[in-house]
Every structure is written in structure tokens, then in C-alpha cells.
């Protein structure tokens, strides 16, 4: 979901910065404005005096713009932030017991848990991402069920083997886990 709203966004915000330079372009250039538009001509400016002056005297014109101003700044920091924090974790720290630490891959722990959780009796399909910190991570997988499996029982056996599993190796003392379960679909039969 935050790739699309990403995608959307900097589409948007590059299609309004794009039309709006090409129309200063143009008009500088010497194409006609239409009527309606914000500056007549070459020698137009795109904010008079007049224009900057106009709503001084009304109490409400400066607060509004600023206001207007520090929601845009706060929405434009809430988006760098979401873009630049890293979701997945990159590495957990096992101990090996002599003073030393080894690093595992994050990607390598993953797919390991998703390749024992899909092989479980009534998974269509699995997915396990890793969060949190290297010394405490924490699993997040993603189940999809064959309509007859028991969510009970696929759960169970997921905390009894694939999770712990990832845990013993990792040489973790708990690995918290979210698990979402999704059923598929039932497919209609044929009858030929």
C-alpha cells in the first residue's frame, strides 16, 4: 500500500510541477496565455504586489497561510519518514556462545520460515517477513489456508515446528510472532 501512495504522490507532485514549468516556459517563450491563466506575458510577474497585498488588512489571511503552510511541511516530513524507515530487518545477531556474535541474514531467515510454513499441511501459500531490533526480532507471516485446513491446527503446528525452528537456529530466547490468516477461495468443479 505505501509503494502505490508513493507512486501516486510523486506522480502527482511531478505532473503539477511539470505543467506549471512548462506553462512559465512557454509564456516566456512567447506563447499566448489563455485568459484565466495566473500571468499574461513575458514580462508578467507570477505575484504582484497588489496580489500580495491584497488580504493584509483581513485578520484571518496570515494565519490561514501559515497554517496551510505547516500542514504541508508536516505532511511532506510524515512522508520521508514513512519512505526512508526500513521495515524489514536486514540482519539478527545469533550468539555463538564464545563472547563473539555471528550475523544471520534477515532475507535468508525469512525465506526459510516461508518455505516451512508453505510446506505445512492446508497452506496455499505463505509469506514471513522479519521486524524489530537484531538482537530481539519479530516474525510477521502471512497464511494462505486450503478451504478445508483447520486454522487451529495450522496454527499449532506453525508455533510448534516452523517458528520454533527459526527460533532454535537463530539461537533466539523467544520470537514473537503476528500471524495473519487468510482463507482461499473455493474453486467450482467441472463435471464433465
Request: hydrophobic content about 50%; proline content about 4%.
Amino acid at each position: 500500500m505505501q509503494r502505490i501512495v508513493n507512486r501516486v504522490l510523486l506522480g502527482l507532485a511531478g505532473l503539477l510541477l511539470v505543467v506549471l514549468g512548462g506553462s512559465v516556459l512557454a509564456v516566456g517563450l512567447g506563447v499566448t496565455p489563455p485568459s484565466w491563466w495566473i500571468h499574461d506575458g513575458r514580462h508578467d510577474v507570477l505575484l504582484s504586489d497588489a496580489d500580495r497585498a491584497r488580504w493584509r488588512a483581513d485578520g484571518w489571511w496570515w494565519p490561514a497561510v501559515i497554517a496551510a503552510l505547516a500542514v504541508a511541511v508536516l505532511l511532506a516530513l510524515w512522508w520521508l519518514t514513512a519512505v526512508l524507515r526500513r521495515r524489514r530487518l536486514a540482519e539478527v545477531l545469533v550468539d555463538t556462545g564464545d563472547g563473539e556474535g555471528a550475523l544471520l541474514r534477515g532475507r535468508a531467515l525469512e525465506g526459510v520460515l516461508t518455505a516451512e510454513a508453505g510446506a505445512l499441511e492446508g497452506v496455499r501459500g505463505a509469506q514471513a517477513s522479519l521486524t524489530g531490533r537484531r538482537t530481539a526480532p519479530e516474525a510477521r507471516v502471512r497464511l494462505l489456508l486450503e478451504p478445508h485446513a483447520s486454522p487451529a491446527e495450522t496454527l499449532t503446528t506453525l508455533t510448534t515446528e516452523p517458528l520454533t525452528h527459526a527460533r532454535d537456529s537463530a539461537g533466539l530466547t523467544a520470537l514473537p510472532a503476528e500471524v495473519h490468516l487468510r482463507a482461499a477461495k473455493h474453486t467450482a468443479d467441472r463435471v464433465n
